[in-house]
T-cell receptor, first 111, second 114 residues
């Protein structure tokens, strides 16, 4: 079956670095997305990985290892506005390419 | 460029009633997907429409239905509402239908069933 696992909640300090992990079990992997969702707001697209390796985009980077069924989102130079939920979603053939979503990781940034 | 617009933002209904939610995608986007979001669970896929045709459907009962109009606007209908239907319903649009297309979400309709 399909399964996406993320930590429920993480806490980090302003200015620090945090890594949010996502593990998945699917058949026919076709890509992995990360979205950010502030409380009461719409999810917004952060990154997309389909090949192994690191994709860097400003303060945010996303890594994928298809053989391990593993991804992480790395946030550097944390700011208070980064307090949000971070959603991992996987596209696969066994879900007819529809996204399977993790429950999200709530990131709390402390001064 | 206007984002995805969902109406209404909030809705309170009672069990047994029906409800219709509306979604206007970003101009030029032809694919619209609907999701249900509840606390502690990931987004659950309801269905996707592209060019007025349902392309995919999630594992929800037949009480959940939808449609898409020629201008790409979409509606979702839930009949015979149950307490468990209380959730945030999100609509997302993308330029085309495809597994690698980033989705642009609306702010959602928060549905409460009493």
């Amino acid at each position: 079956g399909q399964n996406i696992d993320q930590p429920t909640e993480m806490t980090a300090t302003e200015g620090a670095i945090v890594q949010i992990n996502c593990t998945y079990q699917t058949s026919g992997f076709n890509g992995l997305f990360w979205y950010q969702q502030h409380a009461g707001e719409a999810p917004t697209f952060l990154s997309y990985n389909v090949l192994d390796g690191l994709e860097e985009k400003g303060r945010f980077s996303s890594f994928l290892s298809r053989s391990k069924g593993y991804s992480y989102l790395l946030l550097k130079e944390l700011q208070m506005k980064d307090s949000a939920s971070y959603l991992c979603a996987v596209s696969a053939t066994d879900s007819n390419y529809q996204l399977i979503w993790g429950a999200g990781t709530k990131l709390i940034i402390k001064p | 460029k206007a984002g995805v617009t969902q109406t209404p933002r909030y809705l309170i209904k009672t069990r047994g009633q029906q409800v219709t939610l509306s979604c206007s995608p970003i101009s030029g986007h032809r694919s619209v997907s609907w999701y249900q979001q509840t606390p502690g669970q990931g987004l659950q896929f309801l269905f996707e429409y592209f060019s007025e045709t349902q392309r995919n459907k999630g594992n929800f009962p037949g009480r959940f239905s939808g449609r898409q109009f020629s201008n790409s606007r979409s509606e979702m209908n839930v009949s015979t509402l149950e307490l468990g239907d209380s959730a945030l319903y999100l609509c997302a649009s993308s330029l085309i239908s495809g597994p690698n297309q980033p989705q642009h979400f609306g702010d959602g309709t928060r549905l409460s069933i009493l």
